[in-house]
Each structure stands twice: as C-alpha cells, then as structure tokens.
C-alpha cells in the first residue's frame, strides 16, 4: 500500500476521481454485504453453516482487491499508467484497501463469538447506525492525523532544504511517512488510511510529482556525479540557498532523493508480496483438511458479488455522467468553444464529440460509448477481472481473534473463514490474471494488434532510448562534436539551465 500510494499518478487520479471513489468505497461496502449475504444463505445447506455477522466479516475481508496481474497486463499491452482504465483499476484497489480495513474493523469490535451482535438487545438497526457511524469517524479522523503529518513534514524538509545529503533525506522521509501509521493505531483509528492520506500529501509537496520531468535525468546524474578530487561528495549543489515555496508542486527534495524513494519503497513491496504468496504455498500443504463446499462457495459468492457491483454502479456512473454532458450541452455548448446555436455543429454531433472526447480509450470510440457510458462493456470487463484477491485480505483474516469462552469475544469460525480467504486468493489470482490476458488479446487491445495501441507503446520505448543515450552522454568522459546539449561539459560538471534547454530544443527537433 505504502509504494502504490507512491507511484500512482495523482493528477490522472484527480480526473477519475468521481469513479475512482465509487467503487472504492460504495463499491466495497455494497460487495462485503452481498458476499456475506450470498455465504450466509448458502451454508445453511452445509454441515457448517457461518452465522450472519461471521459471513459479512468476511464478505468485509474479502472485498479488498489486489490486481497485481491486471496491472501488468495492461502495462505489458502498452496502457500508460495515465490513462483513465489503469488509473480506475489501481485508483480502486488503493483506496478499496482503507475502506475494506476500516469496515473490518469494524464488524470486528461487534462479534461476540456466537455470530451475533456484543450486546444482546443490539437490534439490526442499531448494529448498521453504529457501523455506519464509527466507519465515518474512523474514516475521517484518520485522514485529519495524515494530513496534520503531512503537513508537519512539508515544513520540516521546507526549513531544511538544502541541509541534508539524499541519504538522511530518504531516512527521514520514511520516518515521517510512517510515524501518523503509529499514531492513528495507538488511538484506535485506522493506521493505513493515516499513512495513506500522509503519502498522498507528501508525495504532492515534498517529493514534488509535479515537476517538469524534462531535464530531470540529466538534473539526477549530475547530482550523482562524483568529483574526482572529493570522492566522498553526494551534496546537492545546485539546490543549495535556493528554496522553493512551502506548499510548492516542485518539492522540497532533491532528484536523487526522489529517485531513491521510490527505489526502496519498491523493494520492499516486492519482497513483501513475495513473503505473502510463499506463505499461501505453505499453507496448502501445511493444512491437513480443507472443506470443499465451503471454499467453493466462498469462491462464487466473490465471483458474483464482483459482477453484480461492478454492473450496477458502471449502469450508475453511466446515467450521472450521461445528463452531465446534457446539461453541459444545453448550457454551455461542447469542449471545442461551439455554441449549440452555432452553425458549426448540431447538439447531437456535439454531444457525442464531448463525450467521444472523454473517453478512457481514446482509440476506441465505439457507438456504444457514444450514447453516453463513461464505462462500456469493456471496460467493465476489465474492472470485473481486476477483482484479484491478495494480500490486505490474508492479512485481515490472520487477524480475526480466536472465541474466548471467557470474554465471549472473536469467532468460532476463523479456520473456515482462512480457508475460504485463502481458496479466493488463489482462484482469482489464476483465473483473473489469466483471463485478463486473454480478453485483451481477444478483444484486439494488445502490443501489436491495436495500431494506436501499438503507436503509444513504441513511442514510449523511443522516447526511453533517446532518454538512456542522453544520460550516457551526460556521464561519458570523451565530448562528442554534435550530440551533447548545448551548455553541456565533460568535466564532472554539467550546466543545468543549458542543458535543459538543449534537450527542449533536441526534443524539438525529434517531433516529439
């Protein structure tokens, strides 16, 4: 969670958000109810039936998605990390992970261990007002700890810019970033939220996602470079007496720094999913019975509680977004500046140019997508097949107290409730990944059948070749005569403005 919060493109975000949120949120409330009620109703016919308040704990675990393979398959096809499918899915998944966490946890606090409410006079009602309750204050004060980290931590690398080398910069980042995680679970509020919504903070004013990336390359290698003299030298030199506003998109950290982050945090994450699927391994040779019904029915309940959510809010956010184009339409005209009583354009044409206009796959504007639906069959699909189920739900599982015939709290059915977790996992893990690759080479989106596709991915590999000569360039110690930017020396010693501006003028000259 820690390195997606990172890596995810906040501005691409910021577009999708109204989406992004539904499904996260709405779409994870509205999934742990009907895989708990679907599990519910099933094993009544079973010789372990799993009470009401047990099935929904799990329908709660369970709703937190993991699309690691559907991310990659989109990645491998040649979708950017901008456009709005990618961002749908990973935007989902993200905040999917805080959502799923809270309600969790707050099922959790009313088990008694006979699958009914702590309080036996508790109502059905009452139970939902104080769920529904907690989850708000649970939800929104672990953001307000985040933010208030955020921020502290923007004004404590604002006041030292400049001061630290990239090694006590990335330390110290890390602390900070963790430090509201600490905070939010000693006060009984949600700790990933709190480290959530510190990233998301940081990563816009101290780290500085928004900075032009040309010239950055060649800002990090010369920042990287050792004078000969001085081996041990990794200051920042050219950030030294200048310093950017508080609450600047540029940052407050030094490009190796930046770099460096995001390296770490994404060794962690590698090794941590690794630790996580080599205990899913041992698990199935570790556990001597597993029940058949129940896993299968587990398995189902997730499969249909994914489609029917994920059809009924895309049939939701299709309708919203079809009479906000109307009204668009009737107001102000389309996207172009054309009045509706202009000669140029009927409504209707205009109609579909705003919404083709929109479209997540802006090689595909189908006639479907053209009535109105922000997302049409396809990506529906893919948004259903993105449902893997991974770590957060493992995680959550383990956690589930054992009864304790003293206090009368925890379950009685958690090693039901692990094997179930645990046959999701790994069903959607092979059926979805697969299946996602499938459907895009099926459906003609993959590297080589798709020409727009096909054009987006080899310009992006054009454009990393060309970035990868440069910095060779940057770091050669013999001077080419034509093709190292103007400003630009061999001397360990690079004229930072110059050479930005070179490459402006180099990337010109490419058509890029």
């Not at 430090?179 to 780290?207: H, Q, R």
């Not at 009924?312 to 668009?328: A, D, M, P, Q, W």
């Not at 770091?475 to 005569?481: D, F, V």
Request: with cysteine.
């Amino acid at each position: 969670i820690f390195q997606a919060t990172l890596a995810i493109d906040k501005a691409a975000l910021g577009r999708n958000l109204i989406p992004v949120v539904t499904f996260a949120v709405v779409g994870t409330v509205l999934s742990a109810l009907l895989t708990g009620g679907m599990l519910f109703v099933a094993t009544k016919a079973t010789s372990t039936p799993i009470p009401a308040l047990d099935s929904t704990i799990f329908g709660a675990l369970i709703s937190s998605i993991d699309p690691v393979a559907t991310l990659s398959v989109l990645s491998s096809v040649g979708i950017r990390e901008s456009d709005a499918i990618y961002i749908l899915v990973a935007g989902e998944a993200l905040l999917n992970d805080g959502a799923a966490i809270v309600l969790f946890k707050t099922l959790l606090d009313h088990l008694d261990g006979q699958g009914g409410f702590a309080d036996e006079d508790e109502t059905l009602a009452d139970l939902v007002a104080k769920v529904a309750t907690k989850f708000c204050i649970v939800s929104l004060g672990s953001i307000a700890i985040g933010l208030v980290t955020g921020v502290a931590c923007t004004v404590h690398f604002w006041m030292l810019k400049g001061r630290h080398v990239p090694v006590a910069e990335v330390g110290i980042f890390f602390i900070w970033a963790l430090l509201p995680y600490y905070i939010a679970d000693d006060v009984g509020l949600s700790s990933v939220i709190a480290m959530m919504a510190t990233l998301f903070f940081a990563d816009v004013f101290v780290i500085g996602r928004h900075t032009p990336d040309v010239g950055g390359d060649q800002i990090h290698y010369a920042e990287c470079a050792v004078n000969e003299t001085d081996p041990g030298t990794h200051a920042v030199r050219h950030e030294e007496g200048r310093r950017n506003p508080l609450f600047s998109t540029s940052g407050q950290l030094s490009s190796v720094s930046r770099h460096h982050i995001d390296f770490v945090a994404e060794v962690c994450s590698s090794l941590m999913e690794t630790f996580i699927f080599a205990y899913l391994g041992l698990f199935l040779f570790a556990e001597k019975r597993h029940d058949v019904p129940l896993s299968l029915i587990a398995i189902l309940s997730c499969v249909g509680s994914r489609a029917i959510m994920v059809g009924l809010l895309s049939r939701i956010l299709n309708g919203f977004r079809f009479l906000c184009v109307k009204s668009r339409i009737l107001l102000f005209g389309n996207s172009r500046g054309d009045s509706i009583s202009g000669p140029t354009l009927t409504a209707e044409e205009m109609e579909a140019n705003l919404i083709a206009d929109s479209h997540p796959f802006p090689q595909r504007r189908d006639s479907e997508y053209r009535e109105g639906q922000v997302l049409d069959s396809k990506m529906q699909r893919i948004l259903f097949l993105s449902g893997i189920r991974g770590a957060v739900s493992l995680a959550l599982v383990e956690n589930i107290p054992l009864y304790n015939a003293v206090t009368h709290e925890g379950s009685q059915f958690k090693a039901e409730l692990k094997t179930m977790t645990i046959s999701s996992i790994i069903f959607t893990e092979f059926a979805f990944g697969s299946a996602t690759y499938k459907f895009m080479k099926s459906d003609g989106l993959s590297e080589g059948e798709d020409g727009a596709t096909n054009a987006s991915f080899a310009s992006q590999r054009r454009q990393e070749d060309r970035t990868g000569q440069l910095n060779e360039l940057l770091l050669s110690s013999e001077e080419p005569e034509s093709e190292l930017p103007t400003g630009a020396s061999t001397m360990g010693h690079v004229d930072l403005s110059a050479g930005v501006e070179g490459t402006r003028a180099a990337e010109v000259d490419h058509g890029l």
